[in-house]
């Protein structure tokens, strides 16, 4: 399988906890977002690469949600001192970047804090 | 900013039923505009998109979509439903000179009765 590739795919962690997700695109694409979704509601912008460069955030992001991709290709996330409100499926998604390509989701990953 | 909205949360139809669901966004420049599917358990796959060129776009499994740019809208229909068709459905738009980060809608749950 060539798609976005998203691990683990399910994690249960304790309040206070760190937890770091990983990402792998689709091997050509430049362009890698975060989306975080929760129960009865679209996928929210967390985050996006243009390659090893974070071009944006979220003001979603707090500063316990740290993103990166070191060398352009997969990317992790870290949530810092994890609260029960961070329950929720993370998303990722690449895509080539150009204005007349989608983007392409990956599984999720599913969060909950306990 | 950009906003998409999606005012039907829950539609119920019967097998057969004609289906129409609406999404507007809000932004004044050139957008892209995408539909997405999400059949329960899976992960989000692109059913149709607009880049530019004829307003009416034709996706997969039949489905197809409008791109009414006085209304900015970008209504979803299908002539006849299918019991697989069960979903969630997500409108998503991106501002087309940047292909920046893509703005989802907050989801339509289609339930088909057999």
């Known amino acids: 399988d060539t798609g976005v590739s998203q691990d683990p795919r399910h994690k249960i962690t304790k309040r206070g906890q760190n937890v770091t997700f990983r990402c792998d695109p689709i091997?050509?694409?430049?362009?890698l977002y975060w989306y975080r979704q929760t129960l009865g509601q679209g996928p929210e912008f967390l985050t996006y690469f243009q390659n090893e460069a974070q071009l944006e955030k979220s003001r979603l992001l707090s500063d316990r949600f740290s993103a990166e991709r070191p060398k352009g290709s997969f990317s992790t996330l870290e949530i810092q001192r994890t609260e029960q409100g961070d329950s929720a499926m993370y998303l990722c998604?690449?895509?080539?970047?150009?204005?007349?390509?989608?983007?392409?989701f990956g599984q999720g990953t599913r969060l909950t804090v306990v | 900013a950009q906003s998409v909205s999606q005012h039907n949360h829950h539609v119920i139809l019967s097998e057969a039923a004609s289906l129409e669901l609406g999404c507007n966004y809000s932004y004044g420049g050139t957008v892209n505009l995408f539909w997405y599917v999400q059949y329960p358990g899976q992960h989000l796959q692109l059913l149709l998109k607009y880049f530019s060129g004829d307003p009416l776009v034709k996706g997969i499994k039949g489905f197809e979509a409008e791109f009414i740019k006085s209304k900015f809208s970008f209504n979803l229909r299908k002539p006849s439903v299918q019991w697989s068709d069960t979903a969630e459905y997500f409108c998503a738009v991106n501002v087309y000179s940047s292909a920046s980060k893509i703005i989802f809608g907050s989801g339509t749950r289609l339930s088909i009765r057999p």
């Open positions: 998604a690449s895509s080539l970047g150009r204005s007349d390509t989608e983007a392409f």
């Open positions: 091997s050509e694409h430049n362009r």
